[in-house]
Structure formats: structure tokens, C-alpha cells
């Protein structure tokens, strides 16, 4: 399986900018999809944004419409989450997940659809 690793997180203030990575080693990133989870303390994990092996279709939920976004440099196996206009809501533990060739669509993945998964990474928002 992939292997994936996360860094990046760190205490922001609302309205800042922040840059998440996931380095991927072990398989060819490019045959994965990505998705990168969050889970606030005593809520479910749920995915932000997805995007599909090869570069197929991009997911992305609510709140993160407008303001995050995905990019993947396959041929460097890394994947990043770009965030913008932080608020405290976005206050969570941030995974990095892969699965081969899942198919993503404009419905929200399940975590279980997920086989490998990074340590997660803490991103606080608060002023």
C-alpha cells in the first residue's frame, strides 16, 4: 500500500492561510485517489476535498467550496491541500487518505472507502 505522511498544521489566526502536505512513498501516487479528511474532538471524521487518480474529478463538501483546494504533483508523489479564509470551524486534526483508482463523484466519500491513511496533522484556528 501507499504510505503517506502529513505536515504542515499549525496554530493560525481566523482568516489566515495555510498549506497542507501529504508525501506519498512506497506506490506510484498516481494510481490513487486523494482525499484529505478532518476530525474536530468529539465529531465525525468527514471528508473536505477528494480528488480522483489521474487527476479525475475533484470533490469538495460545503465548506470548503470557495476557499480549499486540492492539487496533486503526481510525478513528485506529493499532494497538497491549499486553505483559505480560516475560522475556528476549520479547528481539526487533518488526514491525508488514499485509495487505488476510487472513482470520485460530486457525492461525499466515506472514510471506509479509504485504504491508506496519514498520522493526521493539528490545524488550530483561534485569535
Known amino acids: 500500500q501507499v504510505r503517506l505522511v502529513e505536515s504542515g498544521g499549525r496554530l493560525v489566526q481566523p482568516g489566515d492561510s495555510l498549506r497542507l502536505s501529504c508525501a506519498a512513498s512506497?506506490?506510484?501516487?498516481?494510481?490513487?485517489?486523494v482525499a484529505w479528511f478532518r476530525q474536530a474532538p468529539g465529531k465525525e471524521r468527514e471528508c473536505v476535498i477528494a480528488?480522483?487518480?489521474?487527476?479525475?474529478?475533484?470533490y469538495y463538501s460545503d465548506s470548503a467550496k470557495g476557499r480549499f483546494t486540492v492539487i496533486r504533483e503526481d510525478a513528485k508523489q506529493i499532494a497538497w491541500l491549499d486553505m483559505t479564509s480560516l475560522t475556528p470551524e476549520d479547528t481539526a486534526v487533518y488526514y491525508c487518505?488514499?485509495?487505488?483508482?476510487?472513482?470520485?463523484?460530486?457525492?461525499?466519500?466515506?472514510?471506509?472507502?479509504?485504504?491508506?491513511w496519514g498520522q493526521g496533522t493539528q490545524v488550530t484556528v483561534s485569535s
Open positions: 487518505a488514499a485509495a487505488p483508482l476510487l472513482p470520485v463523484t460530486n457525492k461525499q466519500p466515506n472514510a471506509t472507502d479509504f485504504t491508506s
Open positions: 512506497e506506490r506510484p501516487l498516481s494510481f490513487y485517489s
Open positions: 480528488i480522483g487518480s489521474f487527476g479525475r474529478n475533484t
